[in-house]
C-alpha cells in the first residue's frame, strides 16, 4: 500500500486556474488554486489541475509538477455560470475516468467553487477518494450582502451548497467570516472545518516596483502629475464600483487641486452595470477621471500596485480579498469596506483602514486625508508590506497538505 500522498486532483469546473485573473468568471480563487499546486509540487506531490476544456481538450504542464488537464463536457466553447450545471454530470464522469485510471490513482479530490463539487462529490462517494472542498464564495454570504439590483443567487444553488459541506470529507475556508458562515448557513460539522488564508507573492508584489510608475503610467495612458486610485476587480454590482466612483468625485471635491484618478483594472462581466457606472461618473462631473485598463497580467498589476497611492476594496462581500493583500504587500496602503472576510485580509491602522460605512462622504473624507498626508501615507504603506509579509503561500501549502495527510492517514486507517 502507498504511503502519504503522492498525487492530487484539484477541481476548477467553471473557470481554468490558468485564466488571467479579472477576465470572465477569474480572479482570486485562480491565483490561489495554481500558487498551492505549485507549493504541493515543490514538496514532492504531483497535481493535476483538472477543468471543463473551453478551447482545448490537451494536457499541458504550467510548472514542473503541476499539470492543466481540460475535460470534455458539453461544447468546447465558454458557456455562462447559469448553464455549467446541466454539463455538470457529463464534467463529473471525464473525472471519473481520470480517477478510476491505474496511471493516476488520485490520494485526494479537491474542488474548487460549489460548481466543481457538485460534479465531483458523486465521483468521490463512488471511488472512496478523500474529497476536500473548498467554496471560495458562499451563495448564503453573497445573498446577505446583496447590491441593489444584483440578482440573488438561486436556492438550487444554496442546497447545493449545504448537501456538499454535509458530505465532503473536509472543507477548507480562507477566513473565520467563511467558517462561520459554512456553519451557520450551511449547518457543516465543525470538526470538519479548516482555515487556510491565502498567501502572497511577495517577490512580485513588492514596493521595488515603484521604480516602474512611470512606465506603467505610459503604458496605461495615465497622466504622471495625478495621484492614483485604483480598485482591481470584476466590473459587477457585487464589487460596488459605484461607491469608487462617488468616492473619487468627494475627494475632487475635498481635494481642489490635484485631482486623482480612479484606476478600474478588470473585464465587465454585466454591460448594463458598466453603463450605469459612466452615467453615474458622468452625472458627478468625474467622467474623465475614471479609467478603465481591463484585466491586467500579474506583472502589470504589481505595477499599477506600487505605483498606486490608495487601494480601495468596495465589495459588498469577500471571503477573504487576496487583492487588498497584494496591494498592501505592494506597500499601498487599502481602504475597505469593514465586513466579511476583508476585517482578515485588512488589519485596520496597519495595512490600511476599515470603514464601518457605505456612504461615500465617509469614504471621500479617510482617502482625501490619506492623500494629503504624504508621510503618514508612507508610514502605513510600511507597515502594510509587514503586515502582508505574515501570509506567505508556503504556509498556505504545508497547512493543505496536513489536511490532505490527515485524510490520506484516516482512509489507510
Known sequence: MRQGVRR???????TSPAASPGRGDAGGMNVAVVALAEQLSARGIEVDLLTRAIDSTHPRELSAGVTLRPLLAGAIAPLPKSQLPIVADEFGEAVATLVRARDREYDVLHAHY???GLATLPVAIETGVPFVQSFHTLAAMKNRALADGDTPEPEAR????????????AIVAGSSSEVEAVIDELRAPADRLWVIPP???TALFTPARRRNDGEVRSALGLESDRPLLVVAAR???????ELAVRTLAGVRALRGSAPPLLVVAGEATDEQYLASLGAVASALGVARDVRYVGALDRETLADLFAA??????TSHSETFGLVALESASSGTPVVAYRGTGLVESVSDGESGILIDSRDPGRWAGVVAALLADDAARARLGASARRFAEGFTWATAGASLLGVYESLAEARRR
Not at 492530487?8 to 467553471?14: E, G
Not at 444554496?158 to 470529507?169: K, N, Y
Open 8 to 14: 492530487v486532483a484539484m477541481i476548477s469546473m467553471h
Open 114 to 116: 460549489w460548481l466543481s
Open 158 to 169: 444554496l442546497r447545493s451548497e449545504a448537501f456538499i459541506a454535509a458530505q465532503a470529507d
Open 199 to 201: 498567501g502572497v507573492d
Open 235 to 241: 466590473i459587477q454590482p457585487l464589487k460596488d464600483l
Open 308 to 313: 498606486a497611492d490608495v487601494t480601495l476594496v
